[in-house]
C-alpha cells in the first residue's frame, strides 16, 4: 500500500478471516487534513460531517465511555458502523481517537471469487480496513466489551430492531439520514421507543439536504429481547 494510492503490488488472494468477518485488500485513501473540506470528487460518501458536527459526535460517545476505576482508565466506548461503505466517516472518527469497526456485506462465495476480490480491490477505504460478513453472518458484530454503539449510516433497509436484540450491550445507537423514508433506518427510528432517549439531534452535512444525525442512549434497566436467529436473515438488507 502507498498514502492516498493503490499499489499494484498488492497481492489479490483469499481474504483475511476476522471472527464472524474478513478483511480484503483494499484501495487506501487519505482523508482531508480538513474536515470542512469536502471529500474527493470520486469518492462515494454519502455523510461528510463539518469539524464542529464531528466534535459534537465525539463529544457524545467520549460522555459514554466507561468511569475510570481504580488504579487504571476507564474503558473506551467503542463504534460498530453497519454497511460502512467506504468508510469515510468511520475514518474521520479514528483520526479523532475513537475506536470504530467498519462493517459492509460480503458477497463473495465460500471461497471468496476472483472477481469479486478484484472489485474490493478498487473500493476506496478510508477507515484502514472494513470487516465484510456475508449474508447469513449480518448479526454477529465484532462488538466486543461491556458497551460500544451502533452507528447506521444512510442505511438501505437495515433491520434496526434485529440488531438491537442480537447486541444487548449496545448503549448508545447513532442513525444519520433522513426521516421520509429514503434511508432506512429512519432518524427517528427509536424515538418513540421508551427503551431509549434522545441524546443527540443535530443536522449533518451530507449529499441530501435535510439529513440528520441522531444518537439515542439506552436508557437504565431496559431488559434486552433474546437474540434472533442470523440464518433468518437474507442479503436483502443494506
Known sequence: W???RFSSQVRLDAAVSMGSGRAYPQRRRILPADADELPPADANVCVFPTAEQLASLVSLLRQH???PQEGGDGAQLAVVSVGCGEGYLEGQLLQRGVGVTGVDLDRADADGSERQRQS???ANCFCGEIKRVRPHELLQLPAEGEG???LFCFGKRCPLERYLEANPR???VLIAGTDDGVTSPRCDALAADSRWSVALDMPVRAVTAGA???GYARR???PASPA???DTLSSRFW
Open 220 to 222: 437504565a434497566c431496559t
Open 170 to 172: 449496545c448503549q448508545l
Open 120 to 122: 474490493f480491490a478498487q
Open 148 to 150: 460500544h454503539a451502533l
Open 212 to 214: 440528520r444525525l441522531v
Open 65 to 67: 465511555d466507561a468511569p
Open 228 to 230: 434472533p436467529a442470523a
Open 2 to 4: 502507498t498514502a492516498g
